[in-house]
Structure formats: C-alpha cells, structure tokens
C-alpha cells in the first residue's frame, strides 16, 4: 500500500505565497511522474504541473511564470512552489504520482486527499 500525503495549504491574500508539499510512502519501487492537480466544486480536475523522475517539468498555462514544480527524489517528496497568487487559484490541490510497487508488475497511479488553497481578493 502506498499514501500521498500533502500539507502546504491555507488561507492568502492575492499576490501572496504558499508552498505545497506531497510525500510518498510505502511499499515503493520508484516514481516515475509527480504532479499537482486542482479541482473547484462544479468542474473537472486539471493538470497544474508535473515532474519526471528525471527532473523535466510541464506546466498548465495558467501558472507559467508563478508556480514551480520540484522533488526531492531521496525522499519520495514533491513541491509546488505558488507565487502571485490569484483568487481564480482558489482550489483544492491534489497530489498525483505515477509509481512502480514491491511486490507488483506495472506501474500504478495513486492520489492524495487534497489540501484547500483559498486565495482572497
């Protein structure tokens, strides 16, 4: 069994920052992707950023120039750095990892249970 733990989340003020962090844990191989989705009640989930194990990154084009995506591989760890923070950033932040188990053939797809980003105007 593997978890996805985040914590980073909050309550900001436009212009402001915060910083997210997701760990994995558990019975794991290696990762290969990492990434940070949101979701608002009423719509789909969408893609915020992603990290390869091998540090290439991709960003929605809502958050190029204000947020970073990084991971800390030795610790199973990934990051979202939000600068310039906007009210329509407003969500709750879901940690996305893409990883092969102990025990397991094939590669699996796990989630964390989201972490609120409230951003004030």
Same mark, same amino acid.
């Given at each position: 069994?593997?978890?996805?733990?985040?914590?980073?989340?909050?309550?900001?003020?436009? @212009? &402001? !920052?915060?910083?997210?962090?997701?760990?994995?844990? =558990? $019975?794991?191989?290696?990762?290969? #992707?990492?990434?940070?989705?949101?979701?608002?009640?009423?719509?789909?989930?969408?893609?915020?950023?992603?990290?390869?194990? @091998? &540090? !290439?990154?991709?960003?929605?084009?809502?958050?190029? =120039? $204000?947020?970073?995506?990084?991971? #800390?591989?030795?610790?199973?760890?990934?990051?979202?750095?939000?600068?310039?923070?906007?009210?329509?950033?407003?969500?709750?932040?879901?940690?996305?990892?893409?990883?092969?188990?102990?025990?397991?053939?094939?590669?699996?797809?796990?989630?964390?249970?989201?972490?609120?980003?409230?951003?004030?105007?």
């Amino acid at each position: 069994q593997v978890q996805l733990v985040e914590s980073g989340g909050g309550l900001v003020e436009a @212009g &402001g !920052s915060l910083r997210l962090s997701c760990a994995a844990s =558990g $019975r794991i191989l290696s990762i290969n #992707d990492m990434g940070w989705y949101r979701q608002v009640p009423g719509k789909q989930r969408e893609l915020v950023a992603v990290i390869s194990s @091998g &540090g !290439s990154t991709n960003y929605a084009d809502f958050v190029k =120039g $204000r947020f970073t995506i990084s991971r #800390d591989n030795a610790k199973n760890t990934v990051y979202l750095q939000m600068n310039g923070l906007k009210p329509e950033d407003t969500a709750l932040y879901y940690c996305n990892a893409r990883l092969y188990e102990l025990g397991y053939t094939g590669q699996y797809e796990y989630w964390g249970q989201g972490t609120q980003v409230t951003v004030s105007s």
